[in-house]
């Protein structure tokens, strides 16, 4: 049975609707006197309005609540985070609830499900998804852990700096401009220099999947379905590694053209806690909510433009916004497929007026076509190698060592 605290009669009414819909037993409570008839110990999942107070949630797992609480509010801004790490959330939702999310916490196997699939042993298969959930930490179910289970949310509430890993993100403000080349790049580069990499693909269009010729049961819309808190081992396990290259991927979703705020932070929070590099390959969209995360959370920007001259004005203009918004030393711009041509050179002296500090030419490279069509990781030729080990000194990529926790982390 699920449990629902909301004030508004409206809300909870439509929330149940929802339930109903997905097959979910759920109880509603207008009122803090209604709890009283309530039997805690049925209580598979809670959850509760942002109205609600942290001194009731606290009585409930004193009186016996033992189930993961999720957060219903109206935003995701930053105030909502801090509420959700008080209450002890391991997520936080919106409404209108949605039937999908609703149906992948009734697919989460209990506590009691997983010690009895753990003493059956092997003897029954389980998806992907089935065998990353119950392979969870016991411990994660119990109540006094509920800190540990929501410090991811807040996190991304706090200081990013504390992360051990640096958040990359590639932007451009259209496609076509070797954007996803450009991440394979980088992420073979930083592989080779020993980093630990994570690749997410955020773009709906994007074509990172195909390319790394690989299959994944994890993706980013699935990613909405892990706990809140995870190990840097159920982190690994829920990424693949395309063939014959050294990075970790989380491809994009197949039907989803957009990304839940809420998921975005918890993704790029789990990675950069337990990878050095986080390469994010964002939508040319700004209207989407994943890309206006990404760049929110970047700690880096490679702003990557081809030299055409029809389009440099609105390279330009956009390089402009982002310097704005992450400051002048956060942003590097990727002159991508550079050629010798006449029209080429005078972009490039256009942009050696504007005094760009940050600058990186990656020439016209023919053994990128030849890697690509032999299934080859994408490394370049000498003059792409030569342009890709500059990025890690433009962006101050430096690992140093800490005394908690890593061996190293990577500041700005």
């Known amino acids: 049975m699920w449990l629902l605290l909301e004030y508004d009669r409206h809300k909870l009414d439509q929330a149940l609707e929802m339930c109903q819909q997905a097959g979910i037993m759920c109880e509603g409570i207008l009122r803090e006197d209604q709890l009283a008839s309530v039997d805690l110990a ?18 409930l797992r ?13 935003s995701t ?3 909502v985070h801090a509420l959700a790490t008080d209450l002890g959330c391991v997520d936080i939702v919106s409404y209108p609830l949605s ?6 916490w009734a697919l989460t196997p ?40 929501s410090q991811s949310l807040s996190a991304s509430s706090g200081d990013m700096a504390a992360l051990r890993g640096r958040i990359l993100l590639l932007y451009g403000l259209r496609g076509g401009i070797g954007k996803t080349t450009m991440t394979t790049l980088l992420a073979h580069h930083l592989t080779m220099r020993m980093c630990s990499v994570a690749v997410i693909e955020l773009d709906p269009k994007g074509n990172l ?20 808190a995870m190990d840097e081992r159920m982190v690994r396990q829920a990424l693949v590694k395309p063939r014959a290259a050294g990075f970790s991927f989380l491809p994009r979703g197949e039907h989803t053209r957009d990304v839940e705020a809420a998921t975005v932070r918890r993704i790029l929070i789990h990675m950069a806690s337990y990878f050095d590099i986080v390469l994010v390959d964002a939508s040319t969209d700004d209207e989407l909510e994943s890309t206006r995360i990404a ?26 916004q982002m310097r704005r918004q992450k400051g002048e030393e956060a942003v590097a711009v990727i002159v991508n497929r550079f050629k010798r041509s006449a029209e080429h050179q005078k972009a490039l002296r256009l942009l050696e007026e ?16 030849m890697q690509a069509a032999k299934g080859q990781p994408l490394s370049g030729g000498r003059e792409v190698k030569r342009a890709m080990a500059q990025i890690p000194r433009l962006l101050s990529l430096d690992p140093v060592r800490t005394a908690a926790g890593h061996k190293r982390r990577w500041f700005q």
């Open 209 to 228: 999947q195909e390319r790394l010729q690989i299959q994944s049961a994890i993706t980013v819309d699935e990613w909405a379905k892990m706990p809140s």
């Open 77 to 79: 801004e930053d105030e």
């Open 354 to 369: 504007a005094k760009i500090p940050q600058l990186i030419r990656v020439p016209e490279d023919r053994t990128l076509w």
């Open 295 to 320: 760049r929110e959370m970047a700690h880096r920007v490679l702003y990557i433009m081809t030299p055409e001259w029809n389009s440099f004005r609105s390279f330009v203009q956009g390089y402009e």
């Open 110 to 149: 209990s506590s009691e499900a997983i010690q009895a699939v753990d003493t059956a042993g092997d003897r029954n298969t389980h998806s992907p998804m089935e065998e990353l959930l119950r392979s969870k930490p016991r411990r994660s179910l119990k109540r006094n852990d509920w800190g540990s289970r």
């Open 99 to 104: 039937v999908t999310y609703l149906r992948s």
């Open 62 to 74: 004193e009186g016996g609540l033992s189930a993961p609480v999720v957060l219903i509010a109206d």
């Open 42 to 59: 049925q209580v598979d999942l809670l959850l509760v309005g942002d109205r609600w107070k942290e001194q009731t949630v606290a009585q």
